[in-house]
T-cell receptor
Framework: KNEVEQSPQNLTAQEGEFITINCSYSVGISALHWLQQHPGGGIVSLFMLSSGKKKHGRLIATINIQEKHSSLHITASHPRDSAVYICAVRDTGNQFYFGTGTSLTVIP | GAGVSQSPRYKVAKRGQDVALRCDPISGHVSLFWYQQALGQGPEFLTYFQNEAQLDKSGLPSDRFFAERPEGSVSTLKIQRTQQEDSAVYLC???????????????FGNGTRLTVT
């Protein structure tokens, strides 16, 4: 059983669409991270959150601790948003668990 | 540099060769993690250091895998007698861990892509 489940696995959107990627986890966490990985590139940390909501530009991340669920939203999507988005949780023992990622393609 | 640095960026090894992958974390980052990422998959945990102490190595797939961080900064992941199934991207990440209840972002290096032929 995976400690972190993401959906969808693959997502294709038209430029300008509103995008939501979901993450559910089963362990007790101290923080949840949303990461972005471009093909052939490294991983960039987008958000780290433990409660509520964070916003950075067109990106919004929310977390519901009681439901063990987080969402990453992208407003007004753009082709440069095309990447793999990974949800990762840090448990109370400082262990990280990663989802398998959501591959996003935004078509012009 | 300001980020996590990994070298080499690419490594091709013949089956049976030993390889050493290096990670330079961000200065002052106490926690250091190694991950293995197969094509199309999310990163899989290998091992974790707090300063020079290897606190968790439960993810190392076999005794051919060995990691060290002798002075609590640079870390090396060594793979002995490489096999084709070792082909993957090896990612290093570091963070500033303030202790119980302390949070810090996780910073990743660009990874080392290992291909075993």
């Amino acid at each position: 059983k995976n400690e972190v489940e993401q959906s969808p696995q693959n997502l294709t959107a038209q430029e300008g669409e509103f995008i939501t990627i979901n993450c559910s986890y089963s362990v007790g966490i101290s923080a949840l991270h949303w990461l972005q990985q471009h093909p052939g590139g490294g991983i960039v940390s987008l958000f780290m959150l433990s409660s509520g909501k964070k916003k950075h530009g067109r990106l919004i991340a929310t977390i519901n601790i009681q439901e063990k669920h987080s969402s990453l939203h992208i407003t007004a999507s753009h082709p440069r948003d095309s990447a793999v988005y990974i949800c990762a949780v840090r448990d109370t023992g400082n262990q990280f668990y990663f989802g398998t990622g959501t591959s996003l393609t935004v078509i012009p | 540099g300001a980020g996590v640095s990994q070298s080499p960026r690419y490594k091709v090894a013949k089956r049976g060769q030993d390889v050493a992958l290096r990670c330079d974390p961000i200065s002052g980052h106490v926690s250091l993690f190694w991950y293995q990422q197969a094509l199309g998959q999310g990163p899989e945990f290998l091992t974790y250091f707090q300063n020079e102490a290897q606190l968790d190595k439960s993810g190392l797939p076999s005794d051919r895998f060995f990691a060290e961080r002798p002075e609590g900064s640079v870390s090396t992941l060594k793979i002995q007698r490489t096999q084709q199934e070792d082909s993957a991207v090896y990612l290093c990440a570091s963070s500033f861990n303030t202790g119980t209840g302390g949070y810090s972002p996780l910073h990743f290096g660009n990874g080392t892509r290992l291909t075993v032929t």
